[in-house]
């Protein structure tokens, strides 16, 4: 099964939770969820792979049973294959690895296939889409990075619309393309026009007083490409 097969209709705003209150997780997930957030986008981040840390599948497994949500993981860490299983446990629903740390990530995509999970593949912005095209076949969803991993609230990249131009011409019609970072009210429709249907958004979300109105907002600037 597809994601787009599923209830989850494009336009898709998915949160980033690496920008959300971790004091009131639970809270955070409620306000979401009012706001008509169907996707919530996990950002597990190592310190190796990015010079960053984040959290890990106990946190994100700590409130599985608290949201129906769909739960896209996206692994920002230097070893996935070593770690996926306690993320295919933590009930995450789409588990998306980077093709810069498994530059052979076939397997991988088919263990989390197997699993009965959405198996993605993401791309930093300098990586070419030559580098993930062997794979687009085992992909569900591909993540085109438009921001150097690691940190939210960095400056979309224009640039790598053209991959995502790119990408839309090459993968199956069920696979979903998605986009990461500077997701924000002046840089959506570029990327939706480009042919992304899932949008990745924390400070266009977090920072702004009432999340309904920003998902919202954001979504009718997605459809309105
Ligand atoms: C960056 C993360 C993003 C990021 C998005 O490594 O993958 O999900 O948190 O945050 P904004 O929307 O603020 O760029
Ligand atoms: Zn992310």
């Known amino acids: 099964m597809t994601i787009s097969a599923s209830v989850h209709r494009p336009p898709i705003i998915a949160p980033s939770m690496l920008k959300c209150d971790f004091g009131n997780l639970i809270g955070e997930i409620g306000r979401l969820e009012t706001a008509g957030s169907t996707w919530l986008h996990w950002d ?73 999970r959405q198996a993605g593949l993401a791309l930093n912005p300098v990586t070419p889409v030559s580098r993930i095209e062997p794979f687009l076949e085992e992909c569900d969803l591909v993540l085109v990075m438009s921001v150097e991993p690691g940190f939210g609230g960095q400056k979309f990249m224009p640039q790598v619309l053209e991959k995502v131009q790119s990408l839309k011409t090459k993968i199956s019609p069920g696979t979903l393309l998605s986009i990461d970072g500077g997701i924000a009210s002046p840089t959506i429709a570029s990327a939706a026009k480009a042919g992304c249907q899932v ?8 920072d702004e007083p009432e999340y309904r109105d920003a998902i919202e907002n954001l979504q009718r600037l997605a459809a309105s490409r």
């Open 44 to 116: 597990v981040m190592d310190g190796h792979f990015v010079p960053n840390l984040s959290y890990g599948a106990m946190v994100i497994q700590s409130v599985r049973t608290r949201t129906k949500a769909f739960f896209d993981a996206h692994l920002m860490i230097g070893d996935p294959a070593k770690y996926l299983d306690d993320y295919i446990n933590a009930g995450c629903d789409a588990i998306t690895v980077h093709i810069e740390a498994v530059p052979d990530p076939g397997p991988l995509l088919k263990r989390i296939r197997a699993a009965g």
């Open 199 to 206: 949008f990745v958004a924390g400070s266009a979300v977090f």
